[in-house]
């Protein structure tokens, strides 16, 4: 439980706000590299309104969304080369969001000189784009496993969900909710006696769960945390006898209300392919499936529950038990990274060696007996990866 | 006149405000018997969301509406017996509110006898379900004489309003808006010159209405709000020559900016019949009806002038006169029953003693020669108890 | 660059706020002429919410929209002769708002002589009817040129913005703009060294801009600001050949965060026609033509703008150049306003000597060249006056 207070501090993410500002120190996926080309794009990330676009020597551009001079949306502008002019008065901003012209001023005039965007750090990797809003030095992106595998189907989809980050965050390290919330889809655990125990890890938690009285390894089931936003875990073969689906899922706080998830899944096939799909949903409407025992598909069972706590969670009435020891952990490693913050270090599971890039998570899906069989079960297993 | 603060005292309903503790210690309904069932239904009253379904017993439940582990909507749950499951991990409650299970507590864990949800008393009368919300003892529900009637058509309608309550409630017991708003519908009062005055009774007021120059009985008319929020009257019959009908109508409170009707309408006939209906309309869209003065159907009046004031209406620059005795009477009552909880006392109108548990009121309508023939004339008069 | 405070005061228009003071001492566009008739209308301007009807004696009246009973909405009253009844309870006001008849009350009460609604002065003048919410004496209208223009084809246009009136006023004065957001619809200027200056005259202000290197007369370019919220200004003839139309374009707050734009337009022609039309856009959506260099129809370019500065444009973070002196005259001219009226006076360029009445503008349209007869562009240039 936690006061009113506390929880304030934890859920805002705006400019200027303590978790704003320790997200701030994590790379986060801001698009999508082959959607991203000359055509400015709108964006919002951490409460910050951005634009993105890809300039004439390829690289992509996050500068601030609006102009210096009078405040206009740049993403109303045209992309010149590498800068964006300003459609208002031509006002023109190289990549780093220095002003280059402000032609109505006269000839030879230090002003645009003087003006600067604040322009973020953008890098590309496995077909996303990923931009860093804080301070020099920034850290090395973590190089997940699912990022880096190749040779397969890998699929990146984005699906918008509409509540503030902590929700989804405190849903990646809430292990218990699977033989329940997803419990008709895997009858292996689904309503059965289970522990649970959570692990740090340089990279953040794993989070393992063992049904009881199955005391053997392949019993075990390990999805992992990616402090300080980011899931990885195995979902159900796309057919029969396939190969699990590795899934990374990015939880990228849009606002204060609104979240945005990256997931990027994979598996090993001959068949190689690479797709991007999008899905937007409006609030409150869930792909109903009469059979599951809520009415719902399991491809929108999280993001039911995650919404249906109401957009920020009322924590101040919550009863946490033995098994939500890993929101415990989890939040307790927020407010070390605050801690650390304020005096002066780098938060949590920050990487400053290279070494260290490559990240390999523990994940262990023993226990993935589903419904797919059943012919009234639909949808959410053949969702992913196609 | 009030004074701004005035105003708010009285218009502000949810938890914890005086004028919410008032309307607390009534009963008011909260849903339609034959609707009320194994899914559970969300549903706002007084500010407060809650849940409502029908156990195996056949009893109504009635609880808050977020599981006491993280906030989820229990609307989302599912019912096992009397009990509610939570479907995020599945947390059982029983009717009384008290956690049963929490399954992924270890065995033998003390912690769900620690946790429990308000849960509220129901009951159910004449179709309606009833709650109550307010503190131990519950008073006697109001067995109001239109839901005690039989041998006849019963009908049940649900409408909305985008108004705060108390525009509702004045309109009750401001009667000299018959002969204006409603005036070209019926043309016995409509626009004549109608003295009015007010009658305290155990149940609330009798509103009364004489037409000038005739003193003698049958000219005047009768119409009783029942305290705090209801209303008694009667309409013009359905087919001509037919009986009245008899209307009780609720209005009750869902939060400070919008307000349910629950009416009640009645009127004897060899043909027993009882239906429910809901009409779910937008603010500021009325049936127009060019033939009246104000081109707008008198099913639709009241509406559109509760609506038309203002969400909350602005008191502190209303201007009441020796014909608006009735809403001066109203909020002393309202007033009354304040200061009657802040001494500990109830408020009025409550019922404690059964013999007073039937209530009959005074209605009477005498003047109810209406403009049913006039060709031009459609809607509202059929709309009633069909 | 303002303070935060420094732009609060100059955009908040509603009542009681100095600047809504000074835009109150000025005649604003309220409707159109041949549009008010005997059904109220409701209608908002500078935060006030009003009702505008024409009584049988064929005057406008413009009042406030409740009434002073309980504060219903007028505009679903019924106008009877010069007066307007209230539907709720036939509560009757002349056009100045005096309350004439409270039908409930009793015979020979004085309870209305003491009830008055705010009724405001209106006069009519070129198709348009003007309203003056300001303190006695009322100004007298400026009758701007186009106004009294006749022998033509003359057209009103309603258009909506959804942003504040300040950032309109600003692009009235903000001429710069003209080179680049319409810079490919006019080549003679578009995108060329353009030198700027603004002169003070009686109405307001000159807006003066020259192409460098060319002297002659017939190279400068001169639009008008009538202050404090009037554009004057020609645009490219309807047919090729024809002759250019003469516009004002009225820039009038709703509230504070809309804006509603009357646009007075005439050309000279043998054929004599009056038209009126009206063009509601939602926020965002323009319309596109993609080769103008931002994709978007000149029709359109300045809503864009306008809007896409945000509702409010953020002036603590502005850059202002020498090429923005308008709008830094502009805002001296508003704070001379508020002090004027601080110490009593008449804010600026208000007119009380009659002989100044007639309005005529120092506007001058020589850079004219325009795209008209590319096939690829579309749209602007035939929509104005026809």
Chains 1, 2, 3 share one sequence.
């Not at 895997?186 to 953040?204: F, I, L, M, N």
Request: glycine share 8%.
């Amino acid at each position: 439980m936690l006061s009113q207070e506390e929880n304030e501090l934890l859920v805002r993410i705006g400019p200027g706000t303590p978790m704003g500002e320790v997200l701030r120190r994590y790379w986060h996926p801001v698009g999508v590299s082959q959607e991203v080309a000359s055509k400015p794009q709108r964006l919002k990330i951490l409460g910050e309104e951005l634009v993105l676009y890809r300039g004439a020597s390829g690289a992509p551009v996050l500068m601030q969304l609006r102009c210096a001079h009078r405040s206009l949306a740049l993403d109303y502008g045209r992309v010149e080369g590498d800068a964006l002019r300003c459609p208002y008065h031509g006002w023109l901003y190289d990549r780093a969001g220095q002003c280059l012209e402000q032609p109505a001023e006269p000839e030879g005039s230090a002003f645009k000189d003087k003006v600067r965007l604040k322009s973020y750090r953008v890098q590309e990797f496995s077909g996303l784009v990923f931009g860093y809003l804080g301070p020099d030095p920034a850290p090395f992106l973590p190089l997940y496993d699912v990022l880096r595998m190749e040779d397969g189907v890998k699929g990146i989809q984005i699906r918008n969900v509409n509540a503030n980050w902590l929700n989804h965050v405190e849903n990646i390290v809430d292990i218990s909710h699977l033989a329940w919330l997803h419990g008709y889809a895997y009858p292996s655990y689904g309503a059965k006696k289970v522990t649970y125990h959570w692990e740090r890890q340089d990279y953040g938690v794993d989070n393992v769960m063992a049904i009881e009285g199955k005391n053997d390894d392949s019993d075990t089931h390990v999805s992992c945390y990616g402090f300080p936003t980011v899931n990885r875990f195995n979902v159900s073969p796309v057919k029969p006898g396939g190969a699990q689906v590795r899934t990374v899922l990015y939880r990228v706080p849009v606002d204060d209300s609104s979240t945005l998830l990256y997931f990027v899944r994979f598996y090993p096939s001959d068949k190689k392919s690479f797709s991007v799909s999008r899905r937007m949903d409006p609030p409150g409407q869930y792909q109903r499936l009469e059979s599951d025992w809520w009415g719902i598909d399991v491809a929108d069972q999280d993001r039911m529950a995650i919404e249906q706590q109401g957009v920020i969670a009322d924590r101040a009435n919550e009863h946490l038990g033995v098994s939500d020891g890993g929101i415990i952990l989890m939040r307790k490693m927020m407010r070390d990274s605050l801690t650390a913050i304020a005096e002066g270090k780098d938060p949590l599971c920050v990487i400053r060696d290279p070494a260290k890039q490559k990240v390999d998570f523990n994940q262990k899906a023993t226990l993935m007996d589903d419904r797919r069989d059943d012919p009234n079960y639909a949808g959410g297993f053949g969702a992913a990866a196609e």
